[in-house]
């Protein structure tokens, strides 16, 4: 794939996704049924879609006056969210060039399992896996797990960074050519080529080797989100790809001048990392149809709804703050790109809570909304205009929202060559243009302390 | 379904099976491409089996001279083992009614992590999930997860009945009817419905609720295999199925009259608990052509993949004895259903250790080896003499001997009106004639110990 054409990453909620969207009369509740994913998953992969990509949390959040009662109400991020890598698989299985993407944390797993668990369904799907690398940082997800209060985040990502030489030991653990299969020796595999990794960390110790051989990717893709100093820094070093969110074409073109920087201070081939941030394009046949989708789904968006969902995002109760006053400066342990979103949007609009918890909930990223031409117009002015690599797209509603932008803008765009019209590779890696790692890549990917621990 | 009819169970795996199976040369070595599992499954539900079940382990095993060489070099038990619960969501996105039966140790992981994993599964499959319930016991399996050796067999027990508890908390954390989806209040789910469990105990403090709501069975069908003191009185509380392995019809039968009591002893209809022995048929079209078959799969059992396998089985380094002499009492800290058989075989039968490790990994579990007459004559035997509610059928090679049964035995059981003809229901709990547990079940299967305490 060239450099000249852009990725396209959908963001798939396994459950309720935007604030409101199960409440419009187009969106189908199937978030239990396999079957509900395997459409979605059709749909993306006759769109050419790169991956699909799922966020994932491990609790319903309570951060909005310490109960979970505003999420469950308002179906609200994280009110019902299946485990995603089961999601993924029932995907793979009806579809064959898609890339499939998971979150999972490395705060509250060991990473044997995690591993083990992204080397299977790498190759299963004949090479497809990607992980979403995150870090747990709710105090409603440490109490499902034996703790009072959510780690520091720096403790975090010395964990994140741990977990990772761990994982990419294990991978290496067989090399590529390890599975023999001579029947007549008999030699399954070689032990020669198969190793322990004798790993001795700070956080685990774990002897190997993996039991499944190494991944047809060498390494699941891995995907990071980090807006954080920490986060940018852990993600210049791991990422392939870089899932961020931004309100402004500005803001955007700043973040990704800054991470393709980082990533050459660590030696590594700018192109080699993809940028994709989130956008979530509402679609007419006219402008004016268009608009009226928009201004029907953001009615639907409950102040609350919206609010809780911001509320976790920032790690912060804002039912303490009153709703009908602006938000004032506050101090956010959560995502910071949220909050810088968040900031942005309070003084440009003057809102007050109430009116940013209904705008969060339903603010459309990146602003594209109109007929297919004017979000592609918007699409190349992004790209083009180097604030990106591609696009993760959300959808307004599910799964009409991905029917939309297969049926009507990645046609646009397949017109102007900005994207592609048949898969080139087999997989993912093919697909966004990542070498495949070699054996040991890891080495070059920890940071220098650890280096000299191991 | 009647208790006139029997059950089965396909033991999958996923990687290598039986010992020198691979070497087969009607086997197909598949075990990393999701089309293999999707056409067992295929195979499985067109004879309409009750489930797929899938064993587990944490590490290459090296319970055979401290080294995973030897596991390796002949494909013996483990050396290559997919993340089965994956492996599940791929057959089951492409099947209607089979049953999806993963094993998950609860050693080292989560009951957030796992009960959610379940319920996932049980949901995307509209209720056919089960899980196969293992405290881990080898020291390569510790050693992948942050320990020098492996926790004694009495803790496992406690953690693993806590696990459940927790499990059982949050899989009834949301009432049957707490997702209400009603867009115009809106209530997406009624927080009165939805509740955290608070569990605060000995091994796990968990607040919940599950992200997941209720599954489709209540709860997923649980399995267990213990075959100790500690793992039969565990079995005989939580399991809806045990799966186990005799030598004979007699210490089957024995085994099934003890289970059933226990049961009742634990105030449980025994009806409710399903025993599936383990068995390998070896099918021909004449009664000599299928021991032409078992002598040449025999053959091609090397006698230390079948020692390494046992060597795992029983937790001993079975490397430090004579090879050449017969295998010694010995102490086990292992699984002592496979030590009673392998007794039970060593003096029946006068063995070396080398040919007890040929013997044992060329076992064929039941002794059933013939006709498919004459398989189904000795099935019959053993159901209607009761030894069993039916059978956990092995495949002495994959995935050719699912087809064989499948394809042969099967109709000879349905002629004899010993099994199903069509799926009369849609769960596995339908299929294995088990009722759904109503919320708040797991109080009845705790121990009276831990009742005490919560």
């Not at 803001?251 to 393709?260: D, H, L, M, N, V």
């Not at 989130?278 to 006219?286: A, K, L, M, R, W």
Request: hydrophobic share 35%.
């Amino acid at each position: 794939m060239s450099d000249s054409q852009m990725h396209l990453a959908a963001f798939v909620t396994a459950g309720p996704g935007r604030p409101g969207g199960w409440r419009y009369p187009g969106s189908v509740p199937g978030w239990l049924n396999q079957s509900y994913y395997q459409n979605i998953a059709r749909t993306l992969e006759a769109g050419r879609f790169d991956l699909a990509f799922f966020a994932d949390i491990l609790s319903v959040p309570d951060r909005f006056g310490g109960s979970t009662d505003t999420q469950l109400r308002n179906g609200a991020l994280g009110s019902l969210r299946l485990d995603p890598l089961h999601v993924l698989a029932t995907m793979g299985a009806v579809t064959d060039r898609l890339g499939l993407a998971a979150t999972v944390s490395t705060t509250y797993a060991q990473p044997y399992t995690v591993a083990r668990s992204f080397a299977t369904l790498d190759h299963l799907t004949g090479g497809r896996a990607a992980w979403n690398i995150v870090t747990s940082f709710q105090a409603a997800e440490a109490r499902n797990f034996n703790r009072d209060s959510q780690f520091p985040r720096e403790l975090r990502y010395e964990r994140a960074d741990e977990f990772l030489e761990v994982a990419g030991k294990l991978w290496d653990s067989w090399d590529d050519d390890a599975l023999v299969l001579d029947a007549e020796e008999p030699l399954f595999a070689d032990p020669r080529r198969v190793h322990a990794v004798d790993h001795a960390g700070e956080f685990f110790t774990v002897r190997g080797p993996l039991n499944v051989p190494r991944p047809p990717q060498g390494y699941p893709v891995l995907i990071q989100a980090g807006a954080s100093a920490k986060g940018k820094d852990f993600a210049a070093r791991w990422s392939d790809v870089i899932f961020c969110s931004h309100a402004s074409l500005e803001s955007a073109q700043a973040f990704y001048a800054e991470i393709k920087e980082r990533a050459a201070t660590h030696g590594r081939d700018p192109r080699q990392i993809k940028i994709l941030p989130s956008i979530t394009p509402i679609i007419g046949p006219t402008t004016a149809v268009a608009r009226q989708l928009h201004d029907e789904l953001f009615e639907l968006v409950p102040p609350l709804g919206g609010l809780s969902t911001l509320a976790y995002h920032l790690d912060v109760d804002l039912s303490t703050f009153p709703l009908d006053e602006r938000l004032p400066d506050v101090e956010v342990p959560g995502v910071e790109g949220h909050y810088r979103e968040v900031r942005e949007i309070t003084e440009r609009d003057g809102l007050t809570l109430r009116q940013l918890g209904k705008q969060y909930g339903g603010r459309v990223e990146g602003g594209f909304v109109g007929t297919a031409a004017e979000v592609a117009d918007g699409l190349e002015q992004w790209f083009t205009g180097k604030a990106c690599d591609g696009f993760t797209v959300q959808a307004p509603y599910q799964p009409g929202g991905f029917e939309d932008f297969t049926r009507q803008v990645v046609p646009e765009l397949q017109r102007r060559g900005l994207f592609r019209t048949e898969y080139t590779g087999n997989t993912l890696r093919d697909h966004l243009g990542l070498s495949r790692p070699e054996s040991g890549e890891w080495t070059h990917r920890v940071p220098t302390a650890r280096k000299v621990l191991s």
